[in-house]
Each structure stands twice: as C-alpha cells, then as structure tokens.
C-alpha cells in the first residue's frame, strides 16, 4: 500500500456491522493485506477503562455531555494507541464505529446536538478521519432481533425503542450530509451476502492506495 487506508463501520445496534466488518479483515488476509480490526470504544487499554464506565448498566445516572466526553476522550486514546500507528505502518486499519457514532448517539438521539458533539470531536481526533465509512442498514425489527439473539446488553442497548429509532434518524441525517464517505450497505441479507458486498466495496477503496 502507498499509504494506511482508514475505514469505520456504523449502525444501529444489531446491525450485523462487527460480523461484517471480522468476515471482511479475514479475506483480506487471505489476500495477503496487512490489515487491523479494532473497535470503539475502547481497542486499547485506557480506552477499555474508559468503556467499562460508558456501559456499565449500573451508570443510569450519567450525564449526556459527560457521556460524550468519555467517548471523545476513549476515541482520542485509541487513536494514538492503535489507529495512528497502524497508519503510519500503512496497514489497512478496520474500525467498527467512530465519530458518527457519537454525532448518531450523543448528538442527535441524547439531543445535545450534532453540532456540539462534531466541536469536542474535532479537537479528540485533530484530523484524522476516515477514507470511507460504511453504514449497516437494517429496519429497527431485524436490529432487535439480532440484538436479543446477541443477549448480553450494555447501557445503551438498554434504552428504548425511541432512542433506537432517533440513532437512526441521527444516522440517516449523516448520510445525506456526508454522501461521499458514507455508502450504505443493506445489511437485511445473510451474513455471507453482506461480508461479500463488503469485500467488494472495501477493495473498490482500497485500489486508490495500492
Ligand atoms: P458495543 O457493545 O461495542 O456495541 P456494538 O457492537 O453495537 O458496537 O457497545 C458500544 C455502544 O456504545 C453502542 O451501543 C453504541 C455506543 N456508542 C455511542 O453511543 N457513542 C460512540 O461514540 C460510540 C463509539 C459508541
């Protein structure tokens, strides 16, 4: 590679993106790229203690904009401990969720406003954004499914219906403001179907670096 391809995964929660996102780095292996998977929040030891509080079931009671910040400040960690350095090393760097995230979650569904949020982002990742970034899209009933066939649910997966339905519109907002970088993939098919058009359009990026 001439230089390190950057590439974020988003969706809605049980959107199938991890397995998506694990089926694609595994081929590229094969093919023989150097790639990583890492993952938000978290991906780095600081950054899993600052996760560990962000879903703690039992953190009812945290604020929205210090809920934010905890992501803002894992995100900042895991660039500088991961994302950069594999960059720099030209790898092909796999990230499931970044900034949409946050602008989908804190400042459209916990209404602090994307605008707010995008301000202390900028100042986490001082530039440094994704190439392309893939949207997972799936109606809100295949999102529950997978999320209850998953089990094991964090704090924000616990929210409810409305706060699942407003990530998304937050999401669907993004997609018409950045149309460019973010391509949509529908995620309704199998996961065979899903990781393959991923591959495709993952490879699609990758040639303009090779
Ligand atoms: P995780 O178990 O990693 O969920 P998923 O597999 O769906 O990515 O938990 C991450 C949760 O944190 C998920 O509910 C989305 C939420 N989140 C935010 O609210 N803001 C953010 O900036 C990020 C990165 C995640």
């Known amino acids: 590679m001439k230089q390190g391809v950057f590439i974020t995964f988003e969706g809605n929660d049980g959107a199938g993106k991890t ?13 023989g ?14 950054a899993e203690s600052i996760r560990e509080i962000l879903l703690d079931v039992n953190n009812t009671a945290m604020d929205g904009r210090t809920e934010a ?9 895991h660039l500088v401990d991961i994302v950069l350095p594999a960059l720099e090393k ?21 209404g602090i406003g994307m605008e707010e ?10 530039n440094c954004m ?19 066939i998953r089990g094991d649910k964090n704090r924000l997966d616990l929210e409810q219906n409305d706060f699942h339905k407003k990530v ?3 999401y669907e907002m993004l997609i018409k403001t950045y149309p460019e970088r973010i391509h949509v993939i529908d995620a309704e098919p199998s996961k065979e179907e899903v990781i393959e058009e991923t591959l495709y359009q993952v490879l699609k990026v990758i040639k303009e670096y090779e």
């Not at 994704?130 to 209850?148: A, C, D, H, L």
């Open 19 to 31: 397995t998506a996102c694990l089926g694609v780095k595994d081929k590229l292996e094969q093919m």
């Open 33 to 46: 790229y150097s790639v990583i998977y890492t993952r938000e929040p978290g991906g780095s030891k600081i």
């Open 69 to 77: 910040l905890l992501y803002a400040a894992s995100r900042r960690q």
């Open 90 to 110: 030209k790898q092909i760097v796999l990230c499931d969720r970044f900034l949409d995230s946050s602008l989908a979650y804190q400042g459209h569904a916990r």
């Open 117 to 126: 949020v995008y301000k202390i982002n900028e100042f986490a990742i001082h």
């Open 130 to 148: 994704p190439i392309k970034t893939f949207f997972y899209s799936v109606s809100m009933e295949t999102g529950q499914k997978r999320m209850n």
């Open 168 to 170: 998304r519109e937050g």
